[in-house]
């Protein structure tokens, strides 16, 4: 995220979308001109950036571009082509694919053409902050410095403090495909987005031909840039339904204020539980939702009036087989790859959470079929693979209070396989010497393979993660917010280590990856020529001694520098070392430095 704000500055944008939130929050959007800003030069190179550092960007749509075809274009003349496109807008084709489901089924995904794809985020960039500063407080999905860590935090937190054990589980039957096109725009004209040139080129992308399938009459096709966000539009006016039953409920009353919390909720809820109104809290991700309350009788109400509030507001059916109530005193309810189960610990009832069983099954056949590719192919780049996957899932789960128990079981089921595949290709020890991505992640000695030099990650030794709840000051969108976002993002050369460790042991060998690794640790992060912090996408690694004159990959002869820096140090044009140059501002201190390792490459100095 501290990315998208680099991006926001860089291009000249925050301070627009900070007005855009602003004015959003005051319900005063009436008479802003969104179309101006979307086609704003700053917002459509903003949106080439955005899409360009995105995975996805070299994905073929049905035109067959990917992002590296926009990128030989002159700058005014892809403006003009943008701004063109859309005085008569109309949408390419959608290329589908289908992705393999956990329950052997698949689920569309609609991919749009590079063109479409860049539109897209240009509008999703404008609309967002108007959409953000109308959201719900416990909506987690596809939100800015969101994700469903906090959804879950926020269950366990309903389970353990408001002592809310039974569930109601509503499961919209295939949402993706059934959102009502003529209701959500509706619904973005009354959350704000007024401009009617905006809501009309909204309406001809929900439009956009499915390659096999025609032109859709509704739904919003996954793997759009701006399905996301229309999703939450469509169901930001659930989440304020079931808020205003109780969360949110008006009163004529003034409460006084809690001494631990500062506001009246506690007060007022204590009130509210004498009248015959209906206790409960949403917290939902995407179209996965609970809704929590405080017995049976009431999750049976709220179950069919949820259903019937679907159904008659938002065009949307809900699948029977898949929807329950559950009393999780007495059953385990599963969200997002978890399961939930409130369990008596002395006189009161706490929460235990666990990698849902689905998922286990899921971790153990991945993790077999990964040993057995090992063993096939015994390298560098397989291990990596596999370490790479349990770094993933450890990551995920670490935050299940059991996940110590569920790891376990899981290592103790893939034992066999891992001694009957790997007992002839590697050695079996307690890790000697290790490198920092390793040391970052087990704290206990269990013996693993060293297969090509490289240990396999341990499984079983993982340990459990409190869950943190949101915190609602945190926005993109005010300059208070990002403050608590860059304090909450402070440089971490532990996270940027793990995000390193993916890229380097697929081209280097054991000791150059493992020596790079150490190098940025030992440098704290910093590059030695500027003395800033590297995140990963800035971080690259400088031979002192170049390998074409003798220089080796031993850990001496390496330093880790900002990428501009490093192409510096190797400018050889007086056109590619003016335009860096300017790029990095240097002090004479620091061209010294550069001028240092330019000499050790046989080059002149800088002036």
């Known amino acids: 995220m501290s990315t998208t704000l680099r991006y926001n500055e860089y291009y000249g944008m925050q301070e627009t979308f900070d007005f855009l939130y602003d004015r959003s929050k005051q319900r005063a959007t009436n008479g802003l001109r969104l179309y101006e800003i979307i086609i704003s030069k700053k917002n459509i190179l ?245 809704i929590f309350t405080r017995n049976h009788e009431m999750a049976n109400k709220i179950f069919y009036a949820t259903k019937n509030y679907l159904k008659n507001n938002l065009k949307l059916d809900i699948s029977t087989e898949k929807s329950q109530v559950t009393n999780l005193r007495k059953k385990k309810s599963d969200f997002l790859g978890f399961s939930l189960k409130a369990k008596r610990k002395r006189n009161k009832y706490v929460a235990n959470t666990f990698v849902m069983d689905k998922k286990k099954e899921k971790i153990k056949t991945k993790l077999k079929d990964l040993i057995i590719k090992i063993q096939k192919n015994p390298t560098l780049q397989m291990v990596n693979k596999y370490n790479i996957y349990v770094i993933g899932i450890k990551n995920y789960y670490k935050y299940a209070t059991h996940v110590n128990i569920d790891f376990h079981e899981i290592a103790y089921q893939i034992s066999k396989t891992l001694f009957n595949r790997l007992k002839s290709i590697g050695k079996h020890e307690v890790p000697k010497i290790i490198n920092q991505t390793y040391k970052n992640y087990h704290k206990c000695k269990f013996k693993t393979y060293k297969i090509a030099g490289l240990y396999l990650h341990v499984v079983a030794d993982t340990q459990t993660k409190t869950t943190i709840g949101f915190n609602h000051e945190i926005c993109n969108y005010s300059t208070q917010g990002r403050d608590m976002i860059y304090k909450k993002l402070k440089p971490d050369v532990t996270t940027e280590i793990n995000k390193i460790m993916m890229k380097v042991y697929d081209y280097n060998t054991i000791e150059l990856a493992d020596n790079k690794l150490s190098k940025y640790s030992a440098q704290k992060g910093k590059c030695l020529i500027t003395g800033k912090f590297l995140y990963t996408d800035e971080v690259e690694f400088h031979h002192k001694k170049p390998v074409v004159l003798g220089g080796t990959d031993e850990f001496a002869n390496l330093i880790a520098v900002h990428k501009d820096a490093h192409k510096l140090i190797h400018s050889t044009t007086d056109e590619t070392i003016e335009r860096y140059m300017n790029k990095l501002n240097l002090k004479v201190k620091q061209i010294e430095k550069i001028n240092k390792y330019r000499r050790e490459c046989n080059l002149i100095n800088l002036d």
């Open 46 to 290: 903003l949106a080439y950036r955005n899409i360009k550092a995105n995975t996805g960007s070299k994905t073929k749509g049905s035109d067959g571009l990917t992002i590296d075809d926009y990128k030989i274009m002159d700058e005014n003349i892809f403006i003009d082509k943008i701004r063109n496109t859309l005085k008569n807008y109309k949408a390419n084709s959608v290329r589908k694919v289908e992705i393999p489901k956990d329950n052997g089924k698949t689920r569309s995904l609609g991919i749009p053409t590079m063109r479409d794809r860049i539109i897209q985020q240009m509008f999703k960039q404008v609309l967002e902050p108007i959409c953000e500063a109308r959201f719900h407080n416990h909506s987690h999905g596809f939100r800015p410095n969101r994700s469903t860590h906090h959804a879950m935090a926020r269950s366990q937190s309903l389970i353990n403090n408001a002592k809310l054990h039974h569930v109601v589980d509503v499961d919209i039957k295939d949402f993706f495909d059934n959102v009502n096109h003529t209701k959500l725009l509706k619904q973005m004209y009354d959350i704000g987005i007024e401009d009617k040139r905006v809501l009309k080129i909204v309406s001809k992308m929900l439009k956009a031909p499915i390659e096999g399938i025609g032109i859709p009459t509704k739904g919003t096709p996954q793997g759009g840039i701006l399905s996301p966000l229309l999703s939450n539009i469509v169901l930001n006016e659930l989440d304020w339904w079931i808020s205003n039953q109780w969360e949110t409920f008006e009163t004529r009353h003034k409460y006084r204020l809690s001494n631990k919390t500062g506001t009246s909720s506690g007060n007022k809820y204590r009130a509210l539980k004498e009248t015959g109104l209906k206790q409960m809290f949403i917290v939902r991700y995407a179209d996965d939702f609970k």
